[in-house]
Each structure stands twice: as C-alpha cells, then as structure tokens.
C-alpha cells in the first residue's frame, strides 16, 4: 500500500466500506509510515470525520500505547495527556496523530492480533455494532464467551461475527469455518448462527458446525437440546446424536439435506480436543485439514488422487510425523517448508 492508497482506505474507512483484509494492510502500512504521510492521512480523517459526523469513542490502550510509543520515539514528546469524549488533548504537534488514533481505534474500529486469534470491532453502516473473532490459519482452537454467556470454541481458519449487544428478540450469529457452541437457553431470545446460506435455529443446547468455504459440504451435528437446520422451504429437525449434511455441487443445483442418525461425536468433537482425527476420509478433506492446522500450501503432482485416510494425530504432532503417517497408507507427499505436494 502506498499513500495515495491508504488516503483512498480512510474515505472507505468512514463511510463503513472496507473489508477486514483492507484493514489490516491499512494497519500495516500505518505502522511504517513517516510523520509527514500520518499527517496527510490525519488531515484527510479530520475532514472525513466531520462530514460523516462520526461517533467519539474511547479508543483502546492497546493503540493508545502502541501509536504513543512509535511517535515519541520519532518526535521526543511529552506522553499523550487524558482523552475527553473520544478526543486526544495534546499540544498542536500531536494533532494529527490524535486523529490517526481515532481512526484506528474510535467508535468504528477496535483490531487487536496476535499469533493464536484475532479479534475485530466495525460499526456497520446500519449503526450496529458488530465483532469479529477470528482463529488465523495454524492457529490452535480458542473459546470465548458471548455476551448472553454463550461459550463457542473456535478451530483453525474460522471467522465468527456476532453483535455487540444482541437485539431485543433474536440472537444472530454468522460462521465460517468451524465452531462447537454451548448456547444458553431463552425461549424468548432464539439463537441463530448462518452458515453459506443455511441458518441453524436454536432455543439452547451444544451443537458442532463445520462450514469451510472451500469444502463442498456444510455439517451440523448436535450433542444435546434441539436444533432446526432451515435452507429456504427445506428444514431438518435434530436430535441429539444426529447430523446433518449439506452438499453445495458445482453445478448449482442442491440435493436435499441429508440426515445422519447415530454421529460419532467423538469424531466430530476430536479438534477441539486439540486432534486431528480422520477416519476414511476423502483424501482432498484430509488435506485441507493439514493446510488450515499448520498453514501450509497444498498442490497436487497430478490432479487430486481418489485415495482415503485413517488416522489420529496431536496438534503438538510436527507435521513430518504427520506426513510419514500419511507414507504407511501409500499416500506420498513432498515437504519444502512451506508446501505440501501429493506425489501419485
């Protein structure tokens, strides 16, 4: 990203339209910056923030510090002094930094990373306050609680966005990737996650949801209570033990939802547990569960081969332990450090 970018960002940035991954290049191209290009993007979020009568907010003191500390080691300055609604007090020189720090951290933005997971606060163009709570590729499974005292645990590559404060009647939640909740019950207050275009309704129970965009399949399996899996008019009732499965062929037509009786929950449950556990799985779904673990590139010699795997694998497991598990079933791979080829 180069200024002329990072100037384009902030007019996105005001009026609520940007993605996470804009921003994070946003964030990263700020922490480089010079004293001169953070005035320019100041100057341009000082006029923007007034158009668009933005809300002040607090920032976080993860920011408040971080940014402090950058530009003082630049400029020498005295330390921030106290903030006043939302606002930065300062002698004229931090004016513009005050402004940067708004951006990063006011009433649209709160971002915070680290090696394990990510979590991400944007305010919608509706008003609603919304977060994200994310587990990057390679990362190992997190859990959080909601607001309401709903616990989700979350596996690797997996993006959760939930409200700030749920509505008055529902509770709505979106989901990519995986996901084991522990609902609280409220008649009053249903709980709803969406998955690629199917919502699982839900009063209060434990339920699994494995929903990767890149697999060709979604997959609810309930634990206890009661769930409604809803695609348009087409519905599924589970009981506890039950799963059901959602194909999404390339050819755009949907087969009905399919209703497995008698899940392994076990099996299903064995990633949160900190495994990989695989049994007579298609070779292409092992894979990308080795690609999300460990965050690596997966290629293929010779197109994807047909063959199945069965195994059990820790999290602490080094991925050559798992590749030579891999050889003992005939199925060979090349390891480079970053990419994994399937040899036929």
Known sequence: MILKDARLFVAHFVKGEYTPDEYATFLEWLQDASIDELGVIADEHEALFEQWS????????????????????????????????????????????????????????????????????????????????????????????????????????????????????????????????????????????????????????????????????????????AVKVIRGAESLQLKPGEQAEIVYPKSGVYAPMKLLKGADIDYVLSWKSGDLEFRDDALFTVMQAISRCYDVEIRYQSGIPDGHFTGNFSRKSNIQQILNQLTHQNIHCAYDGKVITVMH
């Open 54 to 225: 933005l809300p002040a907010v607090t920032p976080s003191s993860e920011w408040v510090s971080q940014l402090e500390g950058r530009l003082d080691e630049q400029e020498k300055l005295a330390p921030i002094r106290k903030f006043d609604s939302g606002r930065i007090v300062r002698r004229p020189v931090w004016v513009a930094a005050a402004s940067v720090l708004l951006l990063l951290t006011g009433g649209y933005f709160w971002y915070h990373h680290s090696t394990e997971k990510q979590a991400e606060i944007a305010e919608r163009p509706v008003g609603a306050l919304y977060n994200t709570f994310s587990v990057p590729r390679g990362g190992q499974q997190q859990e959080f609680t909601l607001a309401d005292g709903s616990k989700i645990w979350l596996n690797a590559a997996s993006i959760l966005k939930y409200p700030v404060n749920f509505g008055a009647n529902e509770r709505t939640v979106e989901l990519s990737g995986e996901a084991y909740f522990e609902v609280t019950g409220s008649a009053a207050k249903p709980f709803h996650v969406k998955i690629k275009g199917v919502e699982i309704e839900v009063l209060g129970t434990h339920f699994n949801v494995k929903a990767y965009e890149e697999e060709s399949s979604s997959k609810t399996t309930l634990v206890d209570g």
